[in-house]
């Protein structure tokens, strides 16, 4: 059981915009930024949001973050083939004195 | 451009031990604390162990607290986990991911499979 909730899927056809949530609590999303990572098919996690809202360098803009009290989400729009991957948010935990995670979200691409 | 590089993985049976090392490159290692996050197959991520710029600072998960010893070596550019007493459950793909202090990380390491298996 993961201290982070996610969707476990999520889906969409070519075109669309979706939303991926995360929930957690005041120890973990409710004090610390939350990052999103991509996860592609037999690869290594890569940082997709960091510091709730902000996209690393080459990151496309249609990968976008917020994060309103303890329940933060991933939005992508335009949606493309190549997003088919698993997404995971992430927090510091200031109880646990450690990284939490979500179970992760597989996104389908119809 | 960062670079992690994780070594040090392969078969061992339960109670075995084994050593992984990450070799960094590309940033300055010593301004950086660094984890570890491992994933079992078909599962989800959880992070393992956490150790500060100096190694003033270290946390572990409770799974593996008391069995696993995280470590760094500023000069080499290097940090690395000692795993002990190692069970089936520990089969993963362990990743060194770097962090800017107590936060979630940002670049990872493409990973090194350890398999305990009898």
């Known amino acids: 059981q993961s201290v982070l909730t996610q969707p476990p899927s999520a889906s969409g056809t070519p075109g669309q915009r979706v939303t991926i949530s995360c929930s957690g609590s005041s120890s973990n999303i409710g004090s610390n930024s939350v990052n999103w990572y991509q996860q592609l098919p037999g690869t290594a996690p890569k940082l997709l949001i960091y510091?709730?809202?902000q996209r690393p360098s080459g990151v496309p803009d249609r990968f976008s973050g917020s994060k309103s009290g303890t329940s933060p989400s991933l939005a992508i729009s335009g949606l493309q083939s190549e997003d088919e991957a698993d997404y995971y948010c992430?927090?510091?935990?200031?109880?646990?004195?450690?990284?939490?995670f979500g179970g992760g979200t597989k996104l389908t691409v119809l | 451009e960062v670079q992690l590089v994780e070594s040090g993985g392969g078969l061992v049976h339960p109670g075995g031990s084994l050593r992984l090392s990450c070799a960094a490159s590309?940033?300055?290692?010593?301004?950086?604390?660094m984890n570890w996050v491992r994933q079992a197959p078909g599962k989800g991520l959880e992070w393992v162990s956490y150790?500060?710029?100096?190694?003033?600072?270290?946390y572990y998960a409770d799974s593996v607290k008391g069995r696993f010893t995280i470590s760094r070596d500023n000069a080499k550019n290097s940090l690395y986990l000692q795993l002990n007493s190692l069970r089936d459950e520990d089969t993963a793909v362990y990743y060194c991911a770097r962090g800017a202090g107590v936060v979630a990380p940002d670049y990872w390491g493409q990973g090194t499979l350890v398999t305990v298996s009898s």
């Open positions: 992430a927090a510091w935990d200031d109880s646990l004195n450690g990284v939490v």
């Open positions: 510091s709730n809202n």
């Open positions: 590309g940033f300055t290692f010593s301004s950086y604390s």
């Open positions: 150790i500060s710029r100096s190694s003033s600072t270290i």
